[in-house]
Structure formats: structure tokens, C-alpha cells
């Protein structure tokens, strides 16, 4: 099957469904691993149009919903220093750390900035040279190459008040924790294909051959992630277990060469802690010896002091394992809102329970 660029095409979205509804013989989980795709899902109503035998599963592809607690106090305690300023995307702002979060820091005096770009922060140091400033760098591989280029940036500029605070993960080591649980029920996955365009797919082929399953990796439109999950779907009928490619026009092996040679150029590969999923191994990108100068963690170590994440009433390691739906928490839409949220999953503009309370709450 093939499908032109009418990405909300009525007629194409049915010949897709029908197509799913043919070829399905049993019951089928399949997780779809980046945020985006999971409102792109709920505000279609794509979900809600699936055979009764496919069911979605919704992954740790928010990277707002998955930045440990120690981070957050870390940005917040680096907020507080008078001779700092702290620039942020705006997503993360309302994160809640162990006691408090940036906007509220914010509010009481803590030197906060919002940015929208790594080079938004490089350019305001080099505007206020009397200034630290810090940027708080959070996301996958998808955002990591632009952070890189910054940092290399900021040494030919010889920015000597520029550092960052580095939170970036990586994807693969996560669907590895979650394909080893003993109680998930996946049986597929829908591939972010932003990251694929970056990083390529060799380290899905070597989970899909481990786990002996369908990886598919699809974009973000409509018809993108239907007839992502149809590929899936036939796959998983046929056992025929690997890696599928159904967003070629973007993602293309073996990715980009470019930004991968700046990711190593700058960044080694750490363990790093997950909130809600504690340390997942070689999962972390850090800022290496070479140009640790612009390492926050390293540059202000005297400024943090790390606690330990203290378990949360919000059940979000579940939800972001694809253990629980947002709209079964007891918490969800009641004491837990996008304006009083009780976890990461309902303040980032990707994460699941925001997804769910924009377009699935409760009446």
C-alpha cells in the first residue's frame, strides 16, 4: 500500500483503516514512542477509529516528562545563585523538582529566562558578559546536535560565561528497559521518526532481532501513523520481525552523518537516570572531558548537592511505561490538571496526560 502526500485525506484515512481491519486475526499492543505522536493520535481521534483488536500504548517519548528530579533542584539551584541566569524552553519551567520549579523559583527572585533555541542562550551571554548564564539542555537525539554545535560555538567565541546543564537521553537504551520488564504487553513499536533522521536505525535492528519484534519508523501527520501502525500490524500477522522504514521521505539510513559526528565530538555516553524509571544504562548523553569548561554540572558543582528522587503520588513511571492510561490515574483531571499537576506528564505540551486531558478528559 502506498499513500500520497494528503496527510488528512478522509478517503485515504479510511482505506487505511479498513486495510487495518482486514489484515487483523487477534489482538495486538503497539507503542508509539514519542509524545508528538501521541496527541497527534488523541486530537484526530485516530484511537478512537482503530479495530477494537489493536490497542495503542503510550511511551517515554516526552523528554520534559522523563528529565529526573535532580535535575530540576539543579537548575533551580543554579537559578538562585546571584550571578547566574538560568535559560530554559518554556516547557520545562513548570516541571515540579522535589520542592519547587523554575517558574515559581522565578517568582520568588531566581534569575529565569526563556529561550527557544540553544544560540537564544549562547547569544544572551554574549549580551550580558557581566552574567553566567547557563542553558538547561533537555531532549533526545533530535535536539542534542543543536546543543553540540552551540558548544562548539561558544569555544570559538570564547563565550567564558556560557555553560549547560546536559539532561539529554537517548531513546533505543529506553525501549530496551521497557521490552525487558517482565509485565509490558508490547508487542510492536511506532519508531519517532525525527530521531531516526538523525541517528538512523541500526540500534532498532538490533532490538527488534533481540526481541523479536516489529519496529516501524513513521512520522507525525495523520496518515503517517497509519499507515505506520498498518506496516506494524502486517508485520506482527506475517511474524515478520525487524525494522520497517515508512518515513523515507524524511528518515533515511544511515542518518545524519553530520550532526552524529558532532554528538560525538561533544557528548560520551553515560548512565542516566529516567524519573519514574530510575538509571537506565548508557541511556544519558554528557558533556566530555574536552570541553567540560562549559559544563554547568561541572563549573558550579559547588552550588548542587543532588537528592535522591523521592517517590512521587503521581504514578507516571506506569504511564510511561505503557503500564497505566493517563485517564485511569485517580488523580487525573481531578487533583491533577495542567494548572496544578502533580507530575511531568501533565505540564509538558508532549506529554501523555496533558494528551488526555485535552482531548479525553472527563466530564
Same mark, same amino acid.
Given at each position: 500500500?502506498?499513500?500520497? +502526500?494528503?496527510?488528512?485525506?478522509?478517503?485515504?484515512?479510511?482505506?487505511?483503516?479498513?486495510?487495518?481491519?482486514?489484515?487483523?486475526?487477534?489482538?495486538?499492543?503497539?507503542?508509539?514512542?514519542?509524545?508528538?505522536?501521541?496527541?497527534?493520535?488523541?486530537?484526530?481521534?485516530?484511537?478512537?477509529?482503530?479495530?477494537?483488536?489493536?490497542?495503542?500504548? #503510550?511511551?517515554?517519548?516526552?523528554?520534559?516528562?522523563?528529565?529526573?528530579?535532580?535535575?530540576?533542584?539543579?537548575?533551580?539551584?543554579?537559578? +538562585?545563585?546571584?550571578?547566574?541566569?538560568?535559560?530554559?524552553?518554556?516547557?520545562?519551567?513548570?516541571?515540579?523538582?522535589?520542592?519547587?520549579?523554575?517558574?515559581?523559583?522565578?517568582?520568588?527572585?531566581?534569575?529565569?529566562?526563556?529561550?527557544?533555541?540553544?544560540?537564544?542562550?549562547?547569544?544572551?551571554?554574549?549580551?550580558?558578559?557581566?552574567?553566567?548564564?547557563?542553558?538547561?539542555?533537555?531532549?533526545?537525539?533530535?535536539?542534542?546536535?543543536?546543543?553540540?554545535?552551540?558548544?562548539?560555538?561558544?569555544?570559538?567565541? +570564547?563565550?567564558?560565561?556560557?555553560?549547560?546543564?546536559?539532561?539529554?537521553?537517548?531513546?533505543?537504551?529506553?525501549?530496551?528497559?521497557?521490552?525487558?520488564?517482565?509485565?509490558?504487553?508490547?508487542?510492536?513499536?511506532?519508531?519517532?521518526? #525525527?530521531?531516526?533522521?538523525?541517528?538512523? !536505525?541500526?540500534?532498532?535492528?538490533?532490538?527488534?532481532?533481540?526481541?523479536?519484534?516489529?519496529?516501524?519508523?513513521?512520522?507525525?501527520?495523520?496518515?503517517?501513523?497509519?499507515?505506520?501502525?498498518?506496516?506494524?500490524?502486517?508485520?506482527?500477522?506475517?511474524?515478520?520481525?525487524?525494522?520497517?522504514?515508512?518515513?523515507?521521505?524524511?528518515?533515511?539510513?544511515?542518518?545524519?552523518? #553530520?550532526?552524529?559526528?558532532?554528538?560525538?565530538?561533544?557528548?560520551?555516553?553515560?548512565?542516566? +537516570?529516567?524519573?519514574?524509571?530510575?538509571?537506565?544504562?548508557?541511556?544519558?548523553?554528557?558533556?566530555?572531558?574536552?570541553?567540560? #569548561?562549559?559544563?554547568?554540572?561541572?563549573?558550579?558543582?559547588?552550588?548542587?548537592?543532588?537528592?535522591?528522587?523521592?517517590?512521587?503520588? !503521581?504514578?507516571?513511571?506506569?504511564?510511561?511505561?505503557?503500564?497505566?492510561?493517563?485517564?485511569?490515574?485517580?488523580?487525573?483531571?481531578?487533583? !491533577?490538571?495542567?494548572?496544578?499537576?502533580?507530575?511531568?506528564?501533565?505540564?509538558?505540551?508532549?506529554?501523555?496526560?496533558?494528551?488526555?486531558?485535552?482531548?479525553?478528559?472527563?466530564?
Amino acid at each position: 500500500m502506498t499513500y500520497q +502526500n494528503a496527510f488528512r485525506d478522509p478517503e485515504t484515512v479510511q482505506r487505511l483503516l479498513q486495510s487495518l481491519d482486514d489484515v487483523t486475526t487477534r489482538k495486538w499492543s503497539v507503542m508509539e514512542i514519542c509524545g508528538g505522536q501521541t496527541h497527534v493520535f488523541l486530537k484526530y481521534g485516530l484511537d478512537r477509529l482503530l479495530p477494537k483488536s489493536i490497542s495503542l500504548l #503510550h511511551g517515554p517519548g516526552c523528554p520534559v516528562c522523563v528529565t529526573g528530579v535532580e535535575w530540576i533542584d539543579a537548575a533551580v539551584a543554579l537559578a +538562585n545563585r546571584s550571578d547566574i541566569t538560568l535559560l530554559s524552553f518554556g516547557d520545562m519551567l513548570r516541571v515540579p523538582g522535589s520542592e519547587t520549579d523554575l517558574l515559581s523559583a522565578k517568582s520568588a527572585g531566581a534569575s529565569v529566562n526563556m529561550v527557544y533555541s540553544p544560540m537564544d542562550a549562547l547569544t544572551w551571554a554574549e549580551a550580558h558578559p557581566a552574567k553566567q548564564a547557563v542553558f538547561f539542555a533537555v531532549g533526545f537525539e533530535t535536539t542534542a546536535p543543536a546543543v553540540a554545535w552551540t558548544i562548539e560555538q561558544a569555544e570559538k567565541r +570564547n563565550a567564558q560565561n556560557f555553560s549547560v546543564l546536559c539532561a539529554h537521553v537517548r531513546v533505543p537504551p529506553a525501549i530496551q528497559l521497557l521490552l525487558s520488564h517482565p509485565d509490558h504487553r508490547i508487542d510492536g513499536f511506532l519508531a519517532a521518526g #525525527h530521531v531516526c533522521t538523525i541517528m538512523g !536505525c541500526k540500534e532498532y535492528e538490533i532490538i527488534a532481532s533481540r526481541f523479536q519484534l516489529p519496529i516501524v519508523v513513521t512520522g507525525f501527520e495523520p496518515l503517517d501513523l497509519l499507515y505506520g501502525l498498518y506496516r506494524c500490524v502486517v508485520r506482527l500477522e506475517e511474524k515478520n520481525f525487524g525494522v520497517e522504514n515508512a518515513y523515507s521521505r524524511v528518515a533515511r539510513d544511515p542518518g545524519n552523518s #553530520h550532526a552524529q559526528q558532532k554528538l560525538t565530538q561533544i557528548f560520551e555516553i553515560v548512565n542516566r +537516570n529516567w524519573r519514574g524509571l530510575g538509571t537506565i544504562p548508557q541511556s544519558g548523553l554528557a558533556i566530555r572531558e574536552r570541553y567540560r #569548561h562549559f559544563d554547568a554540572k561541572w563549573r558550579f558543582a559547588d552550588s548542587l548537592s543532588p537528592r535522591p528522587e523521592q517517590s512521587e503520588i !503521581c504514578p507516571s513511571g506506569r504511564i510511561l511505561q505503557g503500564l497505566l492510561r493517563p485517564d485511569q490515574c485517580p488523580y487525573f483531571g481531578v487533583s !491533577c490538571t495542567p494548572e496544578n499537576p502533580l507530575g511531568a506528564p501533565m505540564v509538558s505540551s508532549e506529554g501523555a496526560c496533558a494528551a488526555y486531558f485535552r482531548y479525553r478528559r472527563k466530564k
